[in-house]
């Protein structure tokens, strides 16, 4: 067995299939990391090092999403492979959220399309290239300011695309995305907590000193429904999140999707917020409404968008700043830590939130 062969070797099944691609990506425009050149020879080959402390030495987490550097301005991207046989819609919705005047529009949270790349000879399968994002979740929030910002986000976000008439069918936790404006270090796409080159823990300031934009990715269930049709039913099509309430009660009967996209936020805000972090009980009203078990009693997202603004007008500055402490950070010295960074800002001038009402 050759070198490269070996090296080929610590691939999976599915990364094979990106490193068998690697030239029509390059060729495209679209350079994958060296782990996926058909002449990669890993980093720790002669070293006392292993695979899982080097750069290359890290598997992806998804089968169907992998990174590339464009290679016109060394943007980083995001590569996601898609059979639109199986996901037609996906491309169509994702495209008429980013033509003019919708993408222009500051509500719209939808993650943007780049390109669309055909693969030849590859069975309806499409590749679309969108902007490299990461977990929302991740760092931690710091203060209400910053939770108010992300939900504002969000809130908005889902209201643009209903009042769009298109229903997402699958707005979990993990489908809310961030941009990287809070880093420093650029991030290592399949270890997030580490740079990019693999030497350091990825180096951030917090959200109140640079704040993210937060947007909803995978609109492969979604749909786009006429204007005229005020009621849209659809057989449930389960997503990320299983604890839907409709949907156990008769799989084969149809639903609206706009109150189980209601649903789906909900959840999302409350494993995100009300289930880890202190600091943030005045959303629980509002929350648990979404949630509501019956979707005739949901508010719509005109509704959940405006009383938002109310609770957000009640809250003051000194608020604002106020400490959210994790789960994970209850400790003297988070404390202490959180405490410097609120006279900093303060001294500074620094806004406690970034979103307008």
Same mark, same amino acid.
């Given at each position: 067995? /050759?070198?490269?062969?070996?090296?080929?070797?610590?691939?999976?099944?599915?990364?094979?299939? *990106?490193?068998?691609?690697?030239?029509?990506?390059?060729?495209?425009?679209?350079?994958?990391?060296?782990?996926?050149?058909?002449?990669? %020879?890993?980093?720790?080959?002669?070293?006392?090092?292993?695979?899982?402390?080097?750069?290359?030495?890290?598997?992806?987490?998804?089968?169907?999403?992998?990174?590339?550097?464009?290679?016109?301005?060394?943007?980083?991207?995001?590569?996601?492979?898609?059979?639109? @046989?199986?996901?037609?819609?996906?491309?169509?919705?994702?495209?008429?959220?980013?033509?003019?005047?919708? @993408?222009?529009?500051?509500?719209?949270?939808?993650?943007?399309?780049?390109?669309?790349?055909?693969?030849?000879?590859?069975?309806?399968? %499409?590749?679309?290239?969108?902007?490299?994002?990461?977990?929302?979740?991740?760092?931690?929030?710091?203060?209400?300011?910053?939770? %108010?910002?992300?939900?504002?986000?969000?809130?908005?976000?889902?209201?643009?695309?209903?009042?769009?008439?298109?229903?997402?069918?699958?707005?979990?936790?993990?489908?809310?995305?961030?941009?990287?404006?809070?880093?420093?270090?650029? *991030?290592?796409? @399949?270890?997030?907590?580490? @740079?990019? /080159?693999?030497?350091?823990?990825?180096?951030?300031?917090?959200?109140?000193?640079?704040?993210?934009?937060?947007?909803?990715?995978?609109?492969?269930?979604?749909?786009?429904?006429?204007?005229?049709?005020?009621?849209?039913?659809?057989?449930?099509?389960?997503?990320?999140?299983?604890?839907?309430?409709?949907?156990?009660?008769?799989?084969?009967?149809?639903?609206?999707?706009?109150?189980? /996209?209601? *649903?789906?936020?909900?959840?999302?805000?409350?494993?995100?917020?009300?289930?880890?972090?202190?600091?943030?009980?005045?959303?629980?009203?509002?929350?648990?409404?979404?949630?509501?078990?019956?979707?005739?009693?949901?508010?719509?997202? /005109?509704?959940?968008?405006?009383?938002?603004?109310?609770?957000?007008?009640?809250?003051?500055?000194?608020?604002?700043?106020?400490? %959210?402490?994790?789960?994970?950070?209850?400790?003297?010295?988070?404390?202490?830590?959180?405490?410097?960074?609120?006279?900093?800002?303060?001294?500074?001038?620094?806004?406690?939130?970034?979103?307008?009402?």
């Amino acid at each position: 067995m /050759d070198s490269t062969s070996a090296a080929h070797s610590h691939l999976s099944e599915f990364e094979i299939w *990106w490193k068998d691609h690697y030239n029509f990506l390059n060729d495209k425009g679209y350079k994958l990391r060296s782990r996926y050149s058909p002449d990669w %020879v890993p980093s720790w080959t002669n070293t006392n090092k292993v695979d899982i402390e080097c750069e290359d030495g890290i598997m992806p987490r998804h089968h169907s999403l992998l990174d590339a550097r464009r290679t016109q301005d060394g943007a980083r991207v995001s590569l996601k492979r898609i059979d639109v @046989s199986r996901h037609p819609y996906e491309i169509k919705i994702g495209r008429y959220f980013c033509s003019a005047p919708l @993408s222009e529009d500051p509500t719209n949270h939808c993650v943007p399309i780049y390109d669309v790349l055909e693969v030849p000879t590859g069975n309806n399968l %499409v590749i679309i290239v969108m902007p490299l994002l990461r977990d929302a979740t991740d760092p931690y929030f710091d203060t209400v300011g910053e939770v %108010v910002d992300c939900i504002h986000q969000l809130l908005e976000g889902l209201h643009f695309m209903h009042k769009h008439h298109v229903a997402h069918r699958d707005c979990m936790q993990l489908n809310i995305l961030m941009d990287g404006s809070m880093f420093i270090d650029a *991030w290592h796409p @399949s270890d997030q907590f580490m @740079s990019e /080159d693999f030497k350091r823990v990825a180096r951030h300031r917090t959200r109140t000193q640079s704040p993210p934009r937060y947007y909803y990715i995978d609109f492969g269930i979604s749909r786009k429904y006429d204007a005229s049709n005020t009621n849209p039913l659809e057989i449930p099509i389960y997503g990320g999140d299983k604890g839907v309430p409709e949907f156990a009660e008769a799989y084969t009967k149809p639903w609206n999707p706009f109150p189980t /996209d209601v *649903w789906y936020l909900g959840h999302a805000i409350q494993e995100t917020f009300l289930d880890r972090y202190s600091g943030v009980e005045f959303l629980s009203g509002l929350v648990t409404d979404m949630m509501h078990s019956d979707p005739t009693q949901r508010p719509n997202m /005109d509704d959940v968008f405006s009383r938002f603004q109310v609770l957000r007008q009640g809250l003051s500055k000194w608020k604002l700043r106020s400490r %959210v402490a994790h789960d994970d950070e209850r400790s003297l010295f988070d404390f202490l830590a959180y405490w410097a960074r609120r006279i900093q800002y303060i001294v500074r001038r620094i806004s406690p939130t970034h979103t307008s009402l």
